[in-house]
């Protein structure tokens, strides 16, 4: 497992508390289209130089699309048949859950991905907005997951539960999602066990705190991967985020200067406050 760092000077390559730089040929674009992004990393550590440790953080992100499924977690089927029950729209989300196709979904294009540290935005027309803490796998040119990251779905509850066709307007604008704080490259998915946490602070203490498991995803992660790369080309790879399973109450939106916290091992812990 190498841990992959994007910052303002450069990549920076950590395995086992080593920092490297790796060859200014190595990006993220020639990593994502890779036949095999892990032995290219595993070389490119063998051959750099010593690095300081990186602490000027951008998303690890180049030309990617940044994409997200949805409904794959039973919490998340709950939150979005409440939210849409007036607009009609509660039942789509009961069939997804069950269906053979996921909710699949356009996220971000790079220059709207927050990096860690920086700010993420909730929408001036909106009145509700939560953030969810998702893994996020990073997919090669060819459909193959080689690593994950931490991801963070800003969302407009109550747009989307307006009316399901918003849901466009609920989920892209302008630092909509971040990525962060380190692409993990490895071979090996996270466990089931693997814990995905979220903190949110407001001025001196948390004002939520939640958890799940990444094996309370409903659908195996290589399918998602299957089903984004059907009828679609990514010719720099692609990010998906994978869905949430920890939804703040339907009292709770989010107000700026709020800090969000996410935590997956061994990722770490990506930082955000709304701006």
């Known amino acids: 497992m190498i841990r992959l760092y994007s910052t303002t000077h450069g990549l920076i390559l950590e395995r086992a508390g080593t920092h490297v730089a790796p060859a200014p040929s190595l990006t993220l674009d020639t990593l994502f289209q890779s036949l095999d992004p892990v032995a290219l990393l595993q070389n490119a550590f063998a051959t750099a130089r010593p690095a300081p440790a990186p602490n000027d953080f951008l998303a690890p992100v180049q030309s990617q699309e940044v994409w997200a499924a949805g409904v794959t977690y039973l919490r998340s089927k709950s939150a979005r048949m409440a939210e849409s029950k007036d607009a009609g729209g509660g039942t789509f989300y009961d069939k997804v859950y069950d269906a053979d196709r996921p909710e699949l979904f356009f996220k971000a294009t790079p220059h709207r991905v927050a990096a860690p540290g920086t700010g993420v935005r909730i929408r001036a027309d909106s009145r509700w907005n939560v953030p969810e803490p998702e893994l996020t796998l990073a997919i090669n040119s060819t459909g193959k997951i080689f690593g994950y990251t931490i991801g963070n779905d800003m969302s407009s509850r109550d747009i989307e539960g307006e009316n399901p066709l918003y849901l466009p307007q609920a989920k892209v604008y302008d630092r909509s999602a971040a990525l962060g704080p380190c692409l993990v490259v490895t071979a090996t998915l996270p466990t089931a066990e693997t814990v995905i946490a979220i903190e949110i602070r407001r001025g001196a203490g948390p004002v939520f705190n939640g958890e799940t498991t990444v094996g309370r995803i409903k659908r195996p992660l290589p ?36 800090e969000i916290r996410i935590t997956i091992e061994p990722i770490g812990t990506l930082i955000n406050h709304v701006g």
């Open 223 to 258: 399918s998602l991967a299957d089903w984004l790369f059907r009828e679609n080309r990514f010719p720099c790879g692609a990010y998906l985020m994978t869905g949430t399973g920890v939804v703040p109450p339907d009292s709770f939106t989010l107000q700026t200067g709020d």
